[in-house]
């Protein structure tokens, strides 16, 4: 039968764009609306419940929506609150993939290291998962404090990306690992800096790829695939939409994906959220 209701994707920033390239790729005719806090990022350093918070707030946009699906491209929200929130919408709910399988199978050595936010290495979700599967292999995590700020300010090159960059992976680099999970949907935004840090012989585990491929494995089994050859995108921010538009060229080639250009809004969340 099918379902042609939009797929809702959202993310603390930017960063979530990769996984909306992605799922274009593997979903071609679904309608998607994607939702990046702009006006509150970076989340990473902020308190849990506030984490929390403001992810029942974009959620409840979705249900007003009225999405099919609604993908948490964050890994902070995805460890805090993506059980605890399948509980409460009345939508499909999947989280950004862990890595954790693509860097198991490419570590010659066992040796993996994990960046991410401060909030997201805290929760040990990655340890955890990598621990659960392998319990031999050791675990070297790094939280990136600076990385979505100066992402998300466009300063993808130069001294201060570049001294950040440094700070955060010269430890893993010496510690010997051979593949490295980018824990932070924003993270691709400077995958080449990284990979020249960490040098050819790291592989560097991007996991939006096979987040888009879970949301299409569980589409398919409850029969909620769209029927349609092509869908559009809705790109939303809570702020500062020029930047937004620019990240957007950066990240997914739309006239090549879609054959209609997206859509950009501005959105009051808090609007959504009072009333449902």
């Known amino acids: ?25 593997l979903l071609p005719g679904e309608d998607i609306i994607y939702f990046g806090d702009t006006a509150r990022t970076p989340y990473g350093s902020r308190p849990p419940a506030e984490i929390l918070g403001f992810m029942q707030e974009i959620l409840a946009f979705f249900a007003g929506q009225k999405v099919k699906m609604a993908i948490t491209a964050c890994n902070t929200m995805t460890a805090l609150g993506l059980e605890q929130a399948k509980t409460e919408f009345p939508f499909l709910l999947i989280g950004v993939d862990n890595g954790v399988p693509a860097a198991l199978a490419a570590s010659r050595k066992q040796r993996i290291g994990v960046i991410a ?10 340890a955890r998962a990598i621990k659960a599967a392998a319990p031999a292999a050791r675990v070297f995590a790094q ?7 100066l992402i998300e300010q466009e300063k993808l090159s130069g001294p201060e990306i570049e001294t950040a960059a440094r700070e955060y992976l010269m430890p893993l680099a010496a510690s010997g690992v051979d593949a490295l999970i ?10 080449p800096l990284i990979r020249e840090l960490m040098g050819p012989a ?26 349609r050859a092509r869908g559009q995108v809705r790109l939303c921010f809570s ?5 937004a538009k620019r990240a957007a060229a ?11 250009a997206p859509s950009f809004a501005l959105v009051n969340l808090q609007a959504y959220y009072s009333e449902v």
Do not use: W
């Open 239 to 243: 702020a500062d939409l020029p930047r």
């Open 182 to 191: 980018l824990g932070c949907t924003h993270y691709p935004f400077i995958s």
């Open 143 to 149: 939280p990136c404090p600076s990385f979505v700020s």
């Open 250 to 260: 950066c990240v997914i080639d739309f006239p090549r994906a879609r054959s209609q």
């Open 117 to 126: 936010t401060e909030a997201t290495i805290n929760s040990g979700n990655h």
């Open 202 to 227: 790291v592989v560097l585990i991007d996991p939006a790829r096979e987040t888009a491929a879970a949301a299409r494995t569980q589409l398919a089994h409850t029969d909620k695939l769209a029927t």
């Open 1 to 25: 039968m099918g379902d042609n209701a939009p797929i809702g994707i959202y993310d603390s920033g930017l960063g979530g764009l990769t996984v909306v390239r992605e799922v274009l790729s």
